[in-house]
Nanobody, 114 residues
């Protein structure tokens, strides 16, 4: 499984960004796609996930501001980030989980200026 993430960048506080992650390779029908992030000096944390059944979970810190979605035909997951805050600054990693295995994308940097 290969994951290619894109869409990071520099944005001012209260701005918006959309991240995309395309999955390719041997994919399984039952899976979970998600986004995690890691800020400098901090551990990687869950941001949002979406299952093959379209159930979603969000970190409390992003609820109401971020939306995860997917396009099954394109094997792509998106993260729409609105009302961004400086504390959202981090490297965002795409995750694909299936059969108890985790696969990670290369990470894309999101920087939110105050």
């Amino acid at each position: 499984v290969q994951l290619q993430a894109s869409g990071g960048g520099l944005v001012q506080a209260e701005g918006s960004l959309r991240l995309s992650c395309a999955a390719s390779g041997r994919l399984f029908s039952i899976n979970s796609l998600g986004w995690y992030r890691q800020a400098p000096g901090k551990q990687r944390e869950l941001v949002a996930t979406i299952t093959s059944g379209s159930s979603t979970t969000y970190a409390d810190s992003v609820k109401g501001r971020f939306t995860i979605s997917k396009d099954n035909a394109k094997n792509t997951v998106y993260l729409q980030m609105n009302s961004l805050k400086p504390e959202d600054t981090a490297v965002y990693y795409c995750n694909y989980r299936a059969l108890a295995k985790n696969y990670w994308g290369q990470g894309t940097l999101v920087t939110v200026s105050s």
